[in-house]
């Protein structure tokens, strides 16, 4: 059994056979008989005679061969001079740039623990009571969140004025703990 399809150019049905294969439509095959396709390839080189031929004579111009040259030992070894000369000078020329990035971000990075220092001045105390008591030893760190037993806990403050009563809770448990704080604070 053999399929069929119609020519959308002279709108007979013919055997699948009759149509070119073209990958772009769903069937497969081009929309146009290969007559008809034969016919319409025609008609447009010879209204489009001059710009084909330019196009193929600028197509098929022939490339010039890069012809290797054998260097001495010498030149072989100015030549990877140089070209790690160039490396090292595009590698300092990043480090610079790197440099001039990371003390920009130490510049901002500094100005906005400044800004939060001065608008919560009792959360910075607490932190640094905690650090110290735990640098001392009059705090132990504990290494497991207090909820989950998650390691490496984060300490949580419940009332800054309290500094060393401390819930140890992992980063989840944390962000949930002021949620949920938030959540009832705006409630009521």
């Known amino acids: 059994m053999q399929k069929e399809a119609e020519c959308h150019s002279c709108n007979t049905i013919l055997p699948i056979s009759e149509f070119q294969k073209h990958k772009n439509y769903k069937s497969g095959y081009s929309k146009k008989c290969k007559k008809c396709r034969s016919i319409w390839a025609k008609q447009y080189y010879q209204k489009n005679c001059k710009a084909i031929k330019l196009k193929s004579k600028n197509r098929y111009v022939p490339r010039l061969r890069k012809v290797r040259v054998k260097l001495s030992i010498e030149e072989q070894r100015l030549k ?19 440099s001039d990035r990371l003390a920009i971000h130490k510049q901002k990075t500094s100005e906005s623990m400044k800004r939060q220092r001065a608008l919560y001045p009792n959360k910075f105390k ?3 009571k905690v650090s110290n008591a ?4 009059r705090l132990k760190k504990v290494l497991e969140c207090q909820i989950c037993g998650k390691p490496n806990p984060q300490a949580h403050h419940s009332d800054y004025s309290k500094p060393l009563e401390l819930l140890w809770l992992c980063k989840e448990h944390h962000i949930a703990w002021h949620r949920c704080f938030i959540a009832i604070e705006n409630e009521t």
Request: a positive charge; proline letters at 0%; glycine letters at 4%.
């Open 134 to 137: 735990i640098r001392d030893g």
């Open 80 to 98: 990877v001079s140089q070209r790690n000369k160039q490396q090292r000078l595009r590698a300092a020329k990043l480090r610079a740039i790197d």
């Open 126 to 128: 607490a932190r640094r």
